[in-house]
């Protein structure tokens, strides 16, 4: 078995897994982005990092590099990943074993999203370093992508010159092309109660727990239909086990490809929600969010082509599906770009179980180099 310790097969490796023993969960990402300016800075780059971490609660700014066109010719592209990782629950020792690697500590691995960062670099690298032909190359790297993409929604588009980007953020076998990702919205719902003894009063009190639970019962939940699911993630309440709970709160979600039961879905809840408060004589507060937009691409759309014959020249036949989660891509075609999510070999991510093959790695830097050849061949 190799480790992080040992000497790796290659800079891409190497770079991945001392990526992937940094950690960064949300609004903590500045160790991470640090190394990658220090490697931008390395291969003679330019770039800068934006305020956004002061606006949305991050260590980090959103990073942004420009390569120029080396012919004038082509179409442009973007490449974006985050730097952020879910939380995570123990320590972070990335291994290599049997051609894959893991974490040794019993938490996630962060390939979601460190194998997109180390791949753009290194195909980066190889870029210059070969005098690779291109179109125009622009690196984005955002922070708290995974409470709600909230980098790239502040990163300002307009400092992009292309119109067509990528980013490699979906957990599948490489060649899958994600055609369309759900409108997502969050429900933050607090129920009041009343406060009393539970052993001398308890008629006196108004069970805040008792109402959610109810509303919660009586939520549709999970996968509803082909397009959508709902969720209730996380919830809180009361003050001791011998007090009536004056308060209850929680979190969920609905998310669907059909804008349209989204809305109707976010309506039933809260109905079953007030309902059930009335029964149990408390009050409710709602708080409803958009949490990102979703968006749908046709096989015919040149994005979408683009993509498909770059797979074709890395040695993938292209496979198309639509994907339940956000993405950075989701801000960026809301705001008027193409932006493509493509699957990258990661597996069980957000598990203890994630994992990536090395040689997923290194194909998807020999995807990088087919875009970047593909769109430079565009007219």
Sequence with gaps: METAQQPLSSPLLDLFL???????PPGEERAVADRVESYLSDLGLDWDEDD????????????????????????PIFLCAHTDTVPLDGPLEPVVEDGVVRNAGGTILGSDNKAAVAVMLEATRLILREGRPHAGIELVFTPREEVGLEGAGAFDQTRLAARTGFVYDQGAPIGEIVL???????LDLRFHGRAAHAGMAPEDGR?????????????????????????????????????????????????????????????????????AASLGECELESDVKPSFP?????????????????LREAGFEPTYALSGGGADANVFNARGLACLNLANGMAEIHTPDEHIAVADLDAMVGVTLALVDAAGATR
Excluded at 18 to 24: D, K, Q, T, V
Excluded at 218 to 228: C, H
């Design 18 to 24: 001392e990526l992937c023993a940094i950690p960064s």
């Design 52 to 75: 956004a971490g002061s606006k949305i609660g991050s260590t980090s700014g959103n990073l942004y590099c420009r390569i120029s066109s080396s012919n004038g010719a082509g179409t």
């Design 180 to 186: 369309g990702s759900p409108h997502g919205r969050t």
């Design 207 to 275: 069970s805040a727990i008792a109402a959610a639970s109810r509303a919660i019962a009586d939520f549709r939940l999970g996968r509803l239909d082909a397009e959508t699911s709902a969720n209730v993630g996380v919830i809180a309440g009361g003050t001791g086990r011998n007090v009536v709970p004056e308060w209850c709160s929680f979190q969920a979600e609905v998310r669907s490809h059909d804008e349209r039961k989204v809305t109707e879905l976010v309506r039933e809840m809260l109905e079953t929600a007030a309902f």
């Design 294 to 310: 979703g968006y749908r691409f046709r096989q015919s759309d040149p994005i979408v082509a683009l993509a498909a014959t770059a």
